[in-house]
């Protein structure tokens, strides 16, 4: 009797086996060849999942991108948590694994191509970084009655620079400085 199996599983599998090649060696020293070997498939096998290299990435920054929006809405909904308190897990949703190190090759990867190439990926990126910072504006105007309404893009836009600066800095630094910014920005909105 034929194996039966799981298309949708098969393809996940198979980005998350190029999410883990591209955090350790990068995207350009990952070849399709490698993604295959590291998912356990011949490259025939990956052939009839993605056409190519480029849309394995595509869908793995898709699936990284996913990931963090679920996170950050569950966060966003925890009742019991001040707003300072869901800063910080908000923030830690995105430098623990790319403060880590973990994915920052990734991120690096992604800036570097939406920088030469104007392509869809960069399209979904921007689109997903709208929904990502109205989230945070929404969650500034309803749990900080000191911030008026036209401070409020404001402190969206430096917590996400301390973000996107702590990524950076990753590359450099350690921890202490992630946390030292974090309690700044905090001190900083009066919580």
């Known amino acids: 009797m034929p194996k039966i199996v799981d298309h949708d599983e098969r393809k996940r599998e198979i980005v998350n086996s190029a999410l883990q090649l591209f955090s350790r060696q990068g995207y350009h020293n990952a070849s399709f060849g490698d993604i295959a ?113 036209s401070q409020i893009p404001i402190a969206t836009t430096l917590f996400f620079s301390l973000i996107e600066s702590s990524i950076m800095h990753s590359l450099f630094t350690d921890g202490a400085f992630i946390q030292q910014n974090i309690g700044s920005i905090l001190h900083m909105l009066g919580t």
Do not use: W
Request: zero cysteines; proline letters at 1%.
């Open 37 to 149: 070997s590291a998912s356990g498939l011949s490259r025939t096998n990956v052939y009839n999942y993605f056409k190519n290299k480029d849309e394995i990435f595509y869908y793995a920054v898709a699936k990284l991108l996913d990931t963090i929006a679920l996170n950050i809405e569950y966060i966003i909904r925890r009742q019991e948590l001040s707003l300072a308190q869901k800063l910080q897990k908000i923030y830690q949703v995105f430098t623990n694994d790319i403060g880590e190190g973990k994915y920052t090759s990734i991120i690096l990867d992604l800036a570097l191509r939406r920088k030469r190439e104007d392509t869809n990926l960069a399209e979904t990126l921007d689109e997903a970084t709208k929904k990502l910072r109205k989230k945070i504006e929404t969650l500034f105007a309803g749990e900080t009655p000191l911030l008026s309404s």
